[in-house]
């Protein structure tokens, strides 16, 4: 049963019934006046309250702009400004790969899925407890993603807890992640500072700076706001030099329901928009028509405690809102869903994030952030998770693929040759036909009688995710750095993943 399910998931099905960019939109947590009513109140706070703390490179351009700054440093912005803003921004990006054919389009409704959070814990294979997290799980992790169908890009899982100083921190994740994987890296930097050095190297894995700029493989951000309404100096920073990289710059703000935005769900909602679209203006008035992803991303406390929760039905419903409402801006979106409270990869865990990517991705959300892999409201990583989400990735991409309505799918026909003939539809030519293109497959979701899952040892998907883990880590160590290309890297930077942990003669897994 072992080499069964062995062979199972090395020979996958040629052809797939999901992929990146379905258009959802079909959920919708907000009415149409709901929406406007939001939007107005959004405007009103930009305008009555604004935001604290604006940068001087910021305040100048916005004081140009027609904002203005009162006693308490606080940055208002006319409501037209915003409008302007938002209508002159660009509604298409696009995400290269360092492989052209994981390429993202991101525009109108179009999903895709992908892993983030940043945790500073990791769940080992079939472990109980937590350890902290390194640099070689960044690696790891980004060579997993690499063969996770379902998650479209990668953003660092984990933090390199190891790792002293910023620009080593930065430089070395950056490595890690491009090493790892093929697909499109979001990169985070402690200081604008960091953005130039790890450019340099960038420019060297790319084949020079010409061949970067054509095809930039990583893209930079931060969260420029502190909620509630205050300008963070560092992050604005780090946004304002993330254009330098060519790739969209992506903000993010993260306020808390009943911590540090109100317990009513619709204030949270009001804002985290607020933030989000102050976040933009932070880039765009200085550097307009500049491409955004606008990422808010509402967080929901438990009350009784004041904790952070990220598996409720509040987390999901209002992420969904959130999403609904950038696309009302017409604006590329980001929103966090797949935050689960569990601590292992469990029943708890399965609900938690079926529940609220599957809102946030039917309600058209560009880019579902922490979508896998996350344990312990983001304070852990499992490797087991991730591969069991990709499986929860396609059954939700399935849902936002939805029903596809035609003559052909409609099958008069085919019920007609069915009912006159054999009364089934098994040798139809259709069933043959679409048994791949119509149909999403689990890699590990058991669908065994009884009776075969006891004769194959009765595993739960924990133990055959790890399994998985264990083949993937095991033998897939792809080569995205050129061999004379990495030792010039590590000739010029101090890179701290030794290269005899980079190969299966390691023997880590």
Not at 27 to 45: C, F, G, S
Not at 373 to 390: K, P, Q, T, W
Not at 406 to 414: G, K, R, Y
């Amino acid at each position: 049963m072992r080499q069964g399910r062995k062979a199972r998931h090395a020979s996958p099905p040629r052809q797939s019934a999901v992929q990146a960019g379905f258009t959802g939109g079909r959920y919708k947590p907000l009415t149409e006046a709901e929406i406007q009513r939001v939007h107005h109140v959004v405007l009103d706070v930009l305008e009555t309250i604004g935001v604290a703390d604006p940068i001087p490179e910021v305040l100048e351009k916005a004081l140009e702009s027609g904002c203005w700054l009162d006693d308490d440093n606080r940055l208002h912005f006319p409501r037209s400004l915003v409008e302007e803003v938002i209508a002159a921004a660009p509604g298409k990006q696009m995400f290269h790969g360092l492989d052209p054919k994981h390429d993202l389009d991101l525009r109108d409704e179009r999903v895709h899925t992908y892993g983030g959070g940043e945790a500073v814990t990791v769940l080992d294979v079939g472990a109980s407890n937590f350890r902290p997290s390194t640099l070689l799980d960044v690696y790891d992790a980004a060579r997993l993603v690499d063969k996770l169908d379902n998650i479209h890009a990668f953003s660092r899982l984990v933090v390199a807890t190891e790792m002293q100083g910023r620009l080593a921190t930065d430089l070395n994740t950056a490595y890690a992640s491009v090493a790892g994987t093929a697909k499109h890296s979001a990169l985070t930097f402690g200081a604008a500072k960091c953005i130039e050095p790890t450019l340099e190297m960038l420019y060297m894995i790319a084949g020079g700076e010409k061949k970067f700029r054509e095809r930039p493989f990583v893209h930079g951000g931060g969260i420029p706001v502190i909620s509630p309404l205050r300008f963070d100096a560092n992050n604005s920073e780090v946004c304002l030099e993330s254009v330098k990289i060519g790739s969209p710059v992506w903000v993010v703000v993260a306020p808390q329901a009943g911590a540090t935005a109100p317990a009513a769900l619709a204030g949270t909602l009001v804002q985290v928009m607020a933030e989000a679209l102050a976040s933009m203006l932070v880039i765009n008035l200085v550097h307009p028509k500049y491409p955004v992803i606008v990422g808010p991303w509402p967080f929901v406390s438990d009350l009784r405690t004041g904790s952070f929760t990220g598996g409720g039905g509040e987390e999901a419903v209002v992420s969904a809102a959130a999403a609904q409402m950038t696309n009302f801006y017409g604006l590329v979106s980001s929103v966090s869903a797949g935050m689960s409270d569990a601590k292992t990869p469990d029943n708890q865990a399965g609900y938690e994030k079926g529940i609220s990517v599957a809102l946030a991705a039917l309600a058209g959300c560009n880019n579902v952030s922490e979508s896998a892999g996350m344990v312990g409201s983001l304070m852990g990583l499992s490797y087991e998770a991730l591969v069991i989400d990709n499986d929860m990735l396609g059954t939700v991409l399935r849902t936002v693929r939805g029903i596809e309505i035609n003559d052909e799918t409609l099958s008069l026909d085919v019920i007609a040759n069915a009912v006159g003939g054999d009364g089934h539809f098994l040798r139809e030519e259709q069933t043959i036909k679409m048994m791949r293109t119509e149909y999403e497959y689990p890699s590990l979701a058991d669908r065994l009688t009884p009776n075969q899952w006891v004769d194959g040892g009765s595993m739960d998907i924990r133990a055959l995710a790890g399994e998985r883990v264990q083949e993937i880590l095991s033998t897939h160590y792809p080569e995205n750095i050129h061999p004379d290309i990495d030792a010039k890297i590590r000739e010029r930077f101090d890179i701290k993943l030794q290269k005899s942990v980079m190969g299966a003669a390691g023997g880590r897994w």
